[in-house]
Each structure stands twice: as structure tokens, then as C-alpha cells.
């Protein structure tokens, strides 16, 4: 209760490439997942199974998993949030709908093929006999849900993602489902993240080694989560989140939409509010890419890290484009794709990793500057996630984004302290989230160095021009035929 992590486990979950565009998991192996870390949690700590109260899940966006009326998963693969397998649908939608309207209703402010609604549309086009099968289709989290009580529901803050949602109403949008020809029965009950769904079902206890009455809350989605795990739970609150993709919110009674710059916006876990934002969709998968592709001769991220170090600031001129799976919540284009600018024989190892480092933070300053016309921002942003542990990359985000880079407590972690929040105030062992502020106290803080800021800033107008260049290079390429 006192918001510590008792332990953690980690799986890396296998995403699929069968065709081009498209991105898929198993939903099975994400239960899989949940049983082997869930046991591995109790293996390596002293938390007796009988103590446990409550489950809260979280998960990334955007998911579509058809489930029929006999609780069957009908595909064995489904698309995840980058999936952009729906462009011909999306774009069949706005021939019948106006693209800024369904904007400003729905603050859907990704590439429009992403949203739920139009993988929906996909599966009615492409994949009909499933679409007619299926009785709900639920995202990522819910699918873990379904697992864990039998109940195929969502949550406020993952519908507000389905393409078909208003986020004044928090409602799905009789207009938008009529416009898509989705029949609203198949789009799942829509409730608060702290609603308990029920208890464990006989096979999920057994799964589990946890007892039956272990009630599990709706949860939320990642963006939500995190944002309530962060501590941002009072209006004008923000964070930068450091994962496998990227963003920078802000929490706010009311919804950032505006579109020339298309913040997108989730609804909040804490109730009445949103979480509005800018991404970028590679950053974590950058990294890791460069990895496993170029540093096989390294040990893992604290020894490039540290080669990167080596390198000096603009990495000997050397641009990164992080935009291997994609550009951002800002580009129109889903076709964008990543580059090394400037390259030449010159060029070291240490170059190449501080030259994705700094891609990927310009990147997010970018997209901090769009989300600060919005919004006034503190000279504080902390920063969560995986990548925030290294001291080196906390000072690039300090010098780039010239403020203090604060750290608390929470690090990784706040995705699923936002989810174990809603399970508290869910099974009435919390009040509200306001406890979350007190355990997001600052507990470093990274200071922006004046000169190299100054540098920073010069690199940042010829990073900018060079990404501009991107749409039009992924978009020749992606129409090649060869």
C-alpha cells in the first residue's frame, strides 16, 4: 500500500511480421507470459498467494482480439497498436466521414489506419467468416481479463482508443459506428478502470496458484497507466515515458485537441480527466534494433552505453531518424521509416549509438515543443521507463530538452503502479489515486548544461529539416514495385 515494487518479473513478448504493415502477437503467449511471471513473482519473494486481494492489468493500445460467443479466441495471431494493416479502410471511412471532425470528437490524433475501428473494418473485409463469428472484440488487456475472470469488457481509457469513442460523452459514438457499419453489439460494455470485473475463474486459479476470490478491476491502457503511475493525477501534470515507443503527456480536466498538430488523448484512469500527448512510435525498438543488428560484440545497453560516451556531442555529424517502426503522432504518413544521415567511413560504433540516442531524444523534444504550446510545462519532467535508468541518456534529455530530467522512486515501473492503483481503489484499500503523488517524490534530478544546450539547439534545426525529408522517402518507397 505503501506503492513499492515487492518484485518484478519480465518476459519479452515475440511481435510477428507476416506481411508488409502488418505487426501481430499471440494473445496466447501473452497468457502464457502472465502465468510464468506471475509465478516466477512469488518464487523470488516472501508474499504469501493468500494475502493477494486484487489483479489490475494494463496493456499497450489499440488491440483488436475477436472473441466469439463461446469464449474462443478466433485467430491465433492479431494486430497490435502499430499494426497499419488498415490504411484502404481508413481511408474508405473518411470518403463518408470528415477526417477533422472525427478528429476533434474522438482525439485520435495517430495515423487513422492504427485506431481499433479500422482493424475492425479489416477483419469485416478481409477475414469476414471471423468478424461474423465473433461476439466482442476487446484489446490486449481485456484479453488477459477474459483469462483471468471470464468477463470481455473494457475500460474507459482503452475504448477511448477504438476510432469510434467521443471523449465528451465517454461513450462510443452512435454517428462514427453507423459511418463504419460496425455493429455496436461486437464493440465490448465500456467501464471504469476500478470496476471489479469478478473473481478468478476455477482455471485461472489453478494457473495462477492463486486463490478464487482474488478479485480483478477493468484496469486501464499503457498511456493511462503510466500517466496515473507517474504521479500525474492533478491538471497540468506531465512525464515522458521512455519504452518501446515513446511520449510525452500531460494530464488535464480537459482534452488537448487541436488539428494542425494532432495531440492524441486518452481518457485519464482518475475520473473526469485525459491524458493528452505526443509520441514517437521508435525509441525502445530503435535501440534494441541496434543492438541486436550492429553490437552483437557488446554485453547489452550499460556497455553501449557507455561507448556512446566516447563519441562526441551530434556524433561527429551523424543524424538518426528513429523511425523504424514508424514516425510519430505528428507525421500523416504511416509509411515513414528510419535513417542514418551524414553516414560515412568515418564513422565509429560509439558515433552510430550516440547518434540513436540523440535521434531518438530530439525526436521526443520535438514532440514536447508541440505539446507545450498546449500546455504549460514545468522546468521539472520526470522521466519513466526502461531507458531512464541510464545516468548517461537522463543528461541527454536534460541538455536536449533544456530542463531538469527528475527521477523518482517509481522508474519502470509506473505503468504498473497505475494498474495496481486502480486495484486499490477498486477493492476500497484506497480512497482515490492521490497517494500516487507522494510516491512519485524526486529522488534525482539531472540539471541541462547551458553550452551544450546551446549546441543542442543548432543540431536540433538540421535534425528537424533531415526528418522533415522522411515522409517523402517512405512514402516513394513504400509504393516500389520491384
Not at 478466433?74 to 466521414?97: C, H, N, Y
Not at 509509411?335 to 544521415?341: D, E, T, W, Y
Not at 539547439?457 to 522533415?468: I, Y
Request: aromatic share 10%; glycine share 8%.
Amino acid at each position: 500500500l505503501e506503492g513499492n515494487s515487492a518484485a518484478a518479473a519480465f518476459t519479452s513478448c515475440k511481435t510477428y511480421y507476416p506481411e508488409k504493415d502488418f505487426r501481430e502477437q499471440k494473445p496466447e503467449e501473452w497468457w502464457a507470459m502472465v502465468v510464468d511471471s506471475t509465478r516466477a513473482l512469488f518464487e523470488k519473494s516472501d508474499i504469501d498467494p493468500a494475502d493477494v486481494v486484487v489483479i489490475a492489468v494494463s496493456g499497450h493500445s489499440l488491440g483488436v482480439v475477436p472473441i466469439s460467443s463461446d469464449g474462443k479466441l478466433l485467430v491465433d495471431s492479431v494486430p497490435i497498436w502499430s499494426d497499419a494493416r488498415a490504411g484502404a479502410q481508413a481511408e474508405g471511412f473518411f470518403k463518408r466521414t470528415d477526417e477533422k471532425r472525427w478528429y476533434l470528437k474522438t482525439g485520435n490524433g495517430f495515423p487513422a489506419a492504427l485506431y481499433s475501428a479500422f482493424k475492425i473494418l479489416w477483419y469485416r473485409e478481409k477475414m469476414t467468416e471471423v468478424y461474423n463469428k465473433t461476439e466482442k472484440f476487446i484489446g490486449t488487456k481485456d484479453y488477459i481479463n477474459f483469462k483471468l475472470t471470464g468477463v470481455a469488457a473494457t475500460d474507459y481509457s482503452y475504448a477511448s482508443g477504438s476510432g469510434v469513442y467521443d471523449l465528451k460523452a465517454w461513450n462510443y459514438d452512435d454517428e462514427l459506428l453507423n459511418a463504419s457499419g460496425i455493429d455496436k453489439n461486437k464493440m465490448p460494455e465500456i467501464l471504469p478502470a476500478t470496476e471489479i470485473l469478478g473473481s478468478l475463474t476455477p482455471e485461472a486459479s489453478e494457473a495462477l496458484k492463486l486463490p478464487r476470490d482474488v478479485k480483478v478491476v477493468c484496469g486501464g491502457v499503457d498511456n493511462a497507466c503510466m500517466a496515473a503511475g507517474a504521479g500525474c493525477v492533478e491538471n497540468g501534470n506531465a512525464y515522458t515515458s521512455l519504452g518501446t515507443s515513446s511520449w510525452i503527456a500531460v494530464s488535464s480536466d480537459e482534452p488537448i485537441v487541436d488539428v494542425r498538430n494532432r495531440p492524441y488523448v486518452f481518457t485519464h484512469l482518475v475520473p473526469g480527466m485525459y491524458v493528452s500527448a505526443t509520441a514517437i512510435f521508435s525509441a525502445g525498438n530503435s535501440y534494441r534494433w541496434v543492438r541486436d543488428t550492429l553490437c552483437k560484440n557488446l554485453s547489452g545497453y550499460e556497455e553501449m552505453n557507455k561507448l556512446a560516451e566516447e563519441s562526441k556531442i551530434g556524433a561527429n555529424k551523424l543524424i538518426f531518424n528513429p523511425s523504424l517502426a514508424g514516425g510519430s503522432s505528428l507525421d500523416e504518413s504511416v509509411n515513414i521509416r528510419g535513417a542514418f544521415a551524414g553516414l560515412d567511413l568515418s564513422h565509429t560504433q560509439s558515433d552510430i549509438i550516440r547518434a540513436v540516442l540523440e535521434g531518438i531524444t530530439m525526436n521526443l523534444r520535438i514532440a514536447m515543443d508541440v505539446l507545450s504550446e498546449y500546455s504549460s510545462l514545468s522546468d521539472d519532467m520526470l522521466l519513466v521507463g526502461g531507458g531512464g535508468k541510464s545516468p548517461f541518456w537522463r543528461q541527454l534529455f536534460a541538455d536536449i530538452y533544456n530542463k531538469n530530467i527528475t527521477e523518482s522512486m517509481v522508474g519502470e515501473d509506473a505503468g504498473s503502479l497505475g494498474a495496481a492503483a486502480a486495484g486499490a481503489v477498486g477493492a476500497g484499500l484506497w480512497k482515490d489515486f492521490s497517494p500516487l503523488k507522494k510516491i512519485n517524490a524526486t529522488i534525482n534530478r539531472r540539471i541541462p548544461d547551458a553550452q551544450t544546450t546551446a549546441r543542442y539547439e543548432k543540431l536540433l534545426a538540421v535534425f528537424s529539416e533531415v526528418a522533415s525529408k522522411q515522409s517523402e522517402i517512405g512514402d516513394l518507397l513504400h509504393n516500389i514495385v520491384i
